[in-house]
């Protein structure tokens, strides 16, 4: 399979540069008219890929909305998962794993392997058993052309308590995390295939993100305060490789397909006026 990061820019190129979280909160589930079991979800969810499956370049299931129903919510995530990818979207899994080596092996298993009945083109990690330890990770995404964001700077506001703190030899964590990606990118083209999260929040940080070569997911618009105005100070000269992230704000449309695509709409012009594409 081509490399995550072509697949990547290819799909921002073609359908606009968007990604549209699939969050299945109890309040949004109430606001839909929908019961907060099983039945809600499965039927939130499959609103959303009619809505927008065909429209949105990149999808990203938050896994702890359906792991909250046990066995019958995993079933939903693997067919939603499977009927965004039929249409061509590519989908994010935002797990946050991360773990020691021999497990986080098996979470690469999991999520990065094309024969795994809950495979995605790309997951969120977390760095913080150190860099190192996700290395299978990325062994798994380079054998089979799988996408990695690893947590940078996150948009909650308890994340710079440590992304910011300093590492032995002066740099921040988060700056750390960023040139430990920068390294894995090295020589990638169009963009790289391991990408870092940080948050639309953060403000200008003074990390330097100009060396990553990889895609950043930017979780924190809309709901979270976060304006697509503000990427342009954060990203600065590497404002193409931002893949701005909505869940809430356009999930709000719902529950009609019309609402969807209305929400979906204002949030990609908003994203394309910022990146200026
Ligand atoms: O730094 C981070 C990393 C991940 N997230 C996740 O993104 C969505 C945001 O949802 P909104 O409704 O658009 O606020 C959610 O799944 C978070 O877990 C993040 O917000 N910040």
């Not at 899994?93 to 979470?107: E, F, P, Q, V």
């Not at 953060?202 to 330097?208: A, I, L, N, P, W």
Request: proline share 5%; glycine share 12%; with cysteine.
């Amino acid at each position: 399979m081509e490399p995550f990061g072509s697949r990547l820019h290819q799909a921002l190129a073609k359908r606009g540069p968007l990604c549209v979280g699939i969050d299945p909160h109890a309040s949004l589930l109430a606001a839909w008219g929908l019961s907060d079991d099983v039945d809600g979800v499965e039927r939130f969810s499959r609103t959303v890929v009619e809505a927008l499956a065909e429209r949105v370049a990149v999808f990203k299931p938050q896994a702890a909305f359906f792991e909250r129903f046990g066995s019958r919510g995993m079933a939903i995530l693997e067919s939603t998962i499977r009927q965004l990818r039929d249409a061509g979207a590519l989908v994010l899994l935002d797990a946050k794993r991360g773990d020691i080596g021999s497990t986080m092996a098996a979470y690469a298993d999991a999520y990065l392997n094309p024969s795994s009945p809950i495979y995605v083109d790309a997951i969120t990690v977390s760095p913080f058993l150190g860099f190192g330890s996700l290395r299978p990770a990325f062994d798994s995404a380079a054998l089979h052309g799988g996408g990695v964001f690893v947590l940078a700077l996150t948009s909650n506001p308890e994340g710079s308590q440590v992304q910011h703190a300093r590492t032995a030899d002066g740099r921040t964590v988060a700056q750390l995390i960023l040139d430990e990606i920068s390294q894995l990118n090295t020589g990638a083209k169009p963009l790289g295939s391991i990408g870092a999260v940080v948050g639309a929040t953060v403000g200008r940080t003074g990390e330097d993100l100009s060396r990553t070569n990889g895609p950043f997911l930017v979780p924190g618009l809309g709901a979270q305060g976060g304006d697509p105005a503000g990427l342009r100070e954060i990203f600065g000269d590497s404002i193409d490789a931002v893949l701005p992230s909505y869940s809430r704000e356009v999930l709000a449309g719902g529950p009609t397909v019309r609402g969807l695509i209305e929400a979906t709409e204002r949030s990609l012009d908003a994203c394309r006026r910022a990146l200026g594409g």
